[in-house]
């Protein structure tokens, strides 16, 4: 379920970066195309990476969904030169941006039903109090 709606977001995200760019100003320059690429090999390596049990490993998938944001920033640079970000790239990057933050809080949440090995227990607490 988790991977699922991480995937679901990310989806969302595409397609709103590539609704935004093409209803902007009707033509998709090269650098929204560079977005709407990033934001799409983005959501299908978060649909297709795996969140291991290991410790940096359990963030794959957040890692992957940062990656595509940092990506669909340079995509927005490129698209008015260094510098000089326009607000339909900032409005893309915020959209990419949110959905990697997306992708974390479900990670860390852990939202939907759980794989074994998903999470670890605390420790049981110890009372050290005396019997009265």
């Known amino acids: 379920m988790r991977d699922y709606l991480k995937l679901l977001l990310m989806a969302v995200a595409t397609a709103l970066i590539a609704g935004r760019s ?3 100003d009707d033509v998709l320059t090269s650098g929204e195309k560079v977005q709407i690429l990033a934001a799409f090999f983005g959501a299908i390596a978060v649909g297709v990476s795996a969140d291991l049990v290991a410790p940096l490993w359990r963030y794959t998938k957040t890692i992957a969904a ?7 920033a340079w995509g927005a640079e490129l698209e008015n030169g260094p ?6 790239g900032w409005w893309n990057v915020a959209i990419a941006v949110l959905a990697a933050l997306g992708v974390g809080a479900v990670t860390a949440a852990g939202i939907g039903p759980f794989r074994r090995g998903d999470r670890v227990d605390p420790p049981a ?4 109090a005396t019997p009265a």
């Open 22 to 24: 093409y209803i902007s």
């Open 66 to 72: 940062g990656a595509a944001a940092l990506f669909v």
């Open 83 to 88: 510098g000089e970000m326009g607000a339909n």
């Open 125 to 128: 607490v110890v009372s050290r």
